[in-house]
């Protein structure tokens, strides 16, 4: 299967579904990078470039939506999540409008434009506003499906999406059992230990799930697509029948897929957890596989965590 | 604008101050300053010209407003209760728990009010998206919103005015209310705005000047916005802060503070010889 980012599968996705006279697409002078100008090209007349000003986006985005409007708004995650996160908060979320933030460029597999683009803090920004929900989709399939599903849903949604092309963990177009807001996929069945990933971490964690098997290990992978709503259920499940949990993100591990999925086992069924992400350091510039590496974001910093957790279990 | 009209404005107006008055003087907080400044302004808007529908609030081809200047709520809220949105019995209830007349405009729990605001400077961006899709759905609503004169020492202000000017929103007027003060005293001496005609002109936008409690002004400025092809319209409304009740008119002592009963009473006193003087006025 050929890689895609699920920057591109959004623009995709929004061509697809453009055909909805509801939905207006923003952007802030980066339609190319956000892919947003496939839908300006299908759609002109509801495509709108509101220059380099996110939080104006943000805002008018949000007085579109009180007349009727599916309001999809595009820039970097760094900037959609925190130049314009006051205005994701008062003029979107408080009124609970039908406002889509539809973040590129998350994460440091940005590369090359340096810590100033990476973004390793929306997950846990965007997941403290009331109202918001936040979808990290890991390839182009579930990208599609988040983006039909954030349609057909209404009020406020983060989704957080990438810049570097990634393989596809589901099947090309992918089903609707596939994809349901809230409800974590089961990627691998495993019982001595559970992974938890998200975005294109679930990539490098189906590979860390094979190299534990190499060592006997069954572990089992949950693509935690949804980061809220948690599914608090799966989190409890794994928890029980596996005994030891491991996060894995392309964050900050303060406050993002780590935190909420401590925050569910603390509350309901604790056990071992050994977060995998950002150790709250900011990325730098470089090749997005070279930076995955020096961060510990490879199948084998995954292994590494899972032996930990598992062995503390005794 | 024919003299019964203007005077029919004028008791609107008068009875909204009392109402502002009786709203923060009952919360024993919030904003009179300000929203006795944009009085008028509202009073027009919502006792004139609004195309507007009590009895559907969110109809789809209404008018909209949006108080970019979301701190004056009770101007909003007393102008929205004179025109039957809601009872006037709940702006006793402003400001308090389970109310639902919230400190600042919202949206989502009091009809009539299209915009939750409060934040600077998002207002008029949020007017400036349901102008946008006026044009797009070839709607012929008019969009309006009211800024302070502070207000514009916001960044996004200035962001949001460049987009309506780019997108030709002519369907699109603004007001400011210039009072010239704001919580930390005059705007010349906490950050000075220079020319404010000059700056918004600059940025594409039509602009009026007016004195912004003379109805015959803001007929004629939101007639000349509506005639204005091509471009949004802002209405530069010289005002006094505090207007109509005397010891709060240009202190900017007033803009976030609530009277004691004293003053209460005293500022109803003359807020109802005013209304008197109208009833007796030919």
């Not at chain 1, 996705?13 to 980066?30: H, K, Q, T, W, Y």
């Not at chain 1, 098997?213 to 799966?234: F, Q, V």
């Not at chain 2, 019995?89 to 600042?104: P, T």
Request: charged share 25%; proline share 3%; aromatic share 6%.
């Amino acid at each position: 299967m050929t890689k895609m980012a699920t920057r591109e599968a959004y623009g995709k996705a929004l061509v697809e579904f453009g055909n909805d006279p509801r939905i207006v697409v923003l952007d802030a002078d980066l339609s190319k990078s956000t892919f947003t100008m496939l839908f300006q090209k299908e759609y002109p007349e509801r495509h709108f470039n509101m220059g380099i000003a996110e939080g104006n986006m943000m805002s008018v985005a949000s007085g579109m939506a009180t007349c009727g409007k599916i309001a999809f708004a595009s820039t970097f995650a760094i900037f959609a999540s925190e130049r314009a996160l006051e205005q994701v908060r008062n003029s979107a979320c408080y009124p609970n409008l039908d406002v889509k933030v539809c973040a590129t460029h998350a994460g440091i597999s940005v590369g090359e434009d340096g810590a100033s683009h990476q973004c390793v803090e929306d997950l846990a920004i965007m997941r403290a506003i009331p109202n918001m929900r936040v979808i990290s989709p890991c390839d182009a399939a579930s990208t599609r499906l988040a983006i039909r599903a954030v349609i057909e849903t209404p009020g406020p949604f983060y989704v957080r999406l990438g810049r570097l092309a990634v393989e596809g963990v589901y099947g090309e177009y992918g089903d609707e059992t596939e994809f349901q807001i809230g409800k974590a996929n089961t990627i691998r069945e495993g019982s001595d230990v559970t992974i938890i990933a998200t975005g294109l971490m679930v990539q490098q964690s189906i590979a860390a799930v094979e190299l534990l098997k190499e060592k006997g290990i069954n572990a089992r992978l949950l693509d935690m697509h949804t980061i809220k709503p948690i599914d608090t259920e799966a989190i409890v499940k794994a928890s029980k029948e596996t005994g030891a949990i491991v996060t894995v993100e392309e964050h900050n591990i303060l406050g993002g897929l780590g935190g909420a999925v401590a925050e569910a086992l603390s509350e309901n069924a604790p056990c071992l957890l050994k977060r995998v992400g950002l150790k709250d350091v900011f990325g730098k510039s470089g090749k997005p596989e070279a930076l995955l590496q020096v961060y510990h974001l490879m199948p084998e910093d995954i292994v590494a965590a899972a032996l930990e957790v598992i062995a503390k279990k005794g | 604008m024919e003299k019964s009209k203007e005077k029919e404005l004028k008791v609107f107006a008068g009875h909204m101050r009392k109402l502002i008055i009786e709203a923060v003087f009952s919360a024993q907080s919030g904003h009179p300053g300000g929203s006795l400044s944009c009085t008028d302004i509202l009073a027009y808007l919502y006792g004139e010209k609004m195309r507007i529908n009590t009895s559907d609030p969110t109809e789809t081809d209404r008018d909209r407003f949006v108080l970019s200047k979301g701190h004056c709520a009770p101007a909003l809220y007393a102008a929205l209760s004179q025109r039957g949105f809601f009872s006037k019995v709940a702006i006793k209830d402003f400001r308090k728990c389970g109310s639902m007349l919230q400190g600042h405009p919202c949206r989502a729990c009091i009809p009539g009010v299209d915009m939750s605001t409060g934040s600077l400077g998002q207002g008029i961006s949020t007017a400036v998206g349901m102008a946008l899709m006026g044009k797009l759905d070839k709607k012929d609503y008019r969009v309006f919103s009211i800024l302070g004169d502070g207000e514009l020492q916001e960044g996004q202000v200035w962001e949001a005015l460049m987009s309506a000017a780019h997108y030709k929103l002519d369907n699109l007027t603004a007001f400011i209310d210039f009072n010239g003060l704001q919580i930390d005293g005059k705007t010349a001496d906490v950050m000075n705005l220079g020319s404010i005609a000059d700056k918004v002109r600059a940025f594409g936008w039509n602009t009026v000047e007016i004195d912004g409690h003379d109805f015959q002004q803001i007929e004629a400025a939101v007639a000349e916005a509506e005639s204005k092809k091509g471009m949004p319209t802002m209405i530069v409304s010289k005002t006094h802060k505090g207007k109509g009740v005397s010891f709060m008119e240009d202190q900017a002592g007033w803009h976030g503070k609530a009277p004691n009963q004293e003053q209460y009473d005293a500022a109803m006193v003359e807020l109802d010889a005013a209304l008197a003087a109208l009833e007796v006025e030919v």
